[in-house]
């Protein structure tokens, strides 16, 4: 006598292709890709969206789903509907049948998450004070910039006079960039130990470094070099006993763009710099946002760069690294103020066979400098400091 032994034969899903058959809205598994039909893959169905959709409706009505209408038949394939209703059941059931449920390595209706996939800590804020100056990009460490003076305008002539001769003359500046470097290591230990990208996350940190140096410098430019004008006015002052704002920052940009553009280097403002607390506060001046206004003042604490609103064609950079109360104008278009000269950047690396480190280094060469004087100002207590520490 013999006897024959039948195994049930699991489904191996690995290396299975899914397709959706738009016909009758189920989803098959294959071994190759469908030309004419499921059946010559080898094709077989798994999932039904049909009942997927009839299963939605009937779980938004509380009293239907508790009274067991929903059912597991979208899933078509016996184990698959097999395993979500067993896990459903045992997630019904609650106690330790619940607990087991959600810490089984082997349900497949349960991601085990040992560790966060966010890594938290390696984001920094946006560094927007560069988009104060015009970004350059030279290929060498020396920089020349040739800046030229114009002659006069026309004069009134006597009979029998001739005019005078005129002719441009230049001036050349030279420029040399400076050299900045970041250096990381990635430790053998440090690789085993964590499940994320190690190399990826240390890259992004270091690419935001870059950015927070080219910012700070632009902005200590701005804070050193532009020339420095007093405010008419504090712009969040009020009138006594009255919700009118007693100066308007309207006209302080207002004569720090009739400068920039009477200085007759051709420039024009298009850039003011400030930080987020003086932007609320420029915001709330009833210069600004009206004295009936009904809504409440539409203002940021994002960094960044926007229109400035109240001031059509000129953009607004916020970044906390501007000292309160100074608010910084440049032109970045016709006769840039500032440049951000990009020079070349390198990226390096270097393995310890005897520890297993990896080191890596990246070496960027910028320079943040004032090429025209004569298309920025600065505005010197614009606003009262508050301390936000």
């Not at 789903?65 to 979208?74: E, K, L, S």
């Not at 087991?100 to 946006?126: H, Q």
């Not at 400098?369 to 600065?378: F, H, N, V």
Request: hydrophobic fraction near 35%; include cysteine; charged fraction near 25%.
């Amino acid at each position: 006598m013999t006897t024959k032994v039948f195994n049930p034969k699991k489904a191996d899903y690995n290396g299975m292709q899914l397709w959706l058959n738009p016909v009758d809205k189920t989803v098959y598994a294959t071994e190759s890709a469908p030309k004419y039909s499921f059946k010559e893959s080898n094709g077989y169905a798994i999932y039904d969206f049909n009942k997927h959709f009839e299963n939605q409706k009937l779980a938004k009505k509380d009293s239907s789903f508790a009274n067991g209408a929903y059912q597991h038949d979208a899933f078509v394939d016996s184990e698959f509907k097999a395993l979500a209703q067993e896990y459903s059941d045992d997630v019904k059931a609650g106690g330790r049948q619940r607990s087991a449920a959600l810490r089984s390595f082997t349900n497949s209706a349960v991601d085990i998450v040992n560790v966060w996939e966010t890594v938290l800590g390696k984001d920094d804020r946006t560094f927007a004070g560069k988009n104060l100056a015009k970004e350059i990009a030279v290929p060498n460490l020396l920089i020349s910039i040739d800046t030229a003076t114009k002659f006069g305008g026309m004069t009134q002539l006597d009979e029998g006079q001739l005019s005078q001769l005129k002719e441009l003359t230049y001036t050349r500046s030279n420029f040399e960039a400076n050299k900045y470097g970041l250096k990381f290591v990635i430790h053998e230990e440090a690789r085993l130990k964590n499940v994320h990208n190690v190399l990826q996350d240390s890259i992004q940190v270091a690419s935001n470094k870059v950015e927070q140096r080219q910012s700070f410098d632009v902005i200590s430019v701005c804070d050193s070099d532009l020339t420095a004008k007093a405010v008419q006015g504090v712009w969040d002052s009020f009138i006594s006993g009255s919700d009118r704002s007693t100066n308007s920052p309207l006209i302080d940009l207002g004569i720090a763009k009739l400068q920039i553009e009477g200085s007759g280097v051709g420039g024009s403002l298009d850039r003011v710099g400030m930080h987020e607390l003086d932007f609320a506060k420029y915001m709330s001046n009833t210069f600004v946002r009206g004295v009936a206004s009904t809504g409440p003042s539409e203002h940021s604490f994002e960094p960044g760069t926007r229109e400035l609103p109240g001031f059509p064609g000129v953009g607004l950079v916020l970044d906390n690294a501007i000292k309160q109360g100074d608010i910084y104008c440049t032109d970045v278009s016709k006769q840039p103020t500032i440049a951000l000269f990009q020079g070349p950047q390198r990226i390096g690396s270097a393995h310890d066979e005897e520890t297993g480190d990896d080191k890596y280094f990246i070496i960027d060469f910028h320079l943040a400098t004032q090429i025209q004087s004569e298309s920025g100002r600065q505005l010197t207590s614009a606003a009262t400091p508050t301390d936000w520490t």
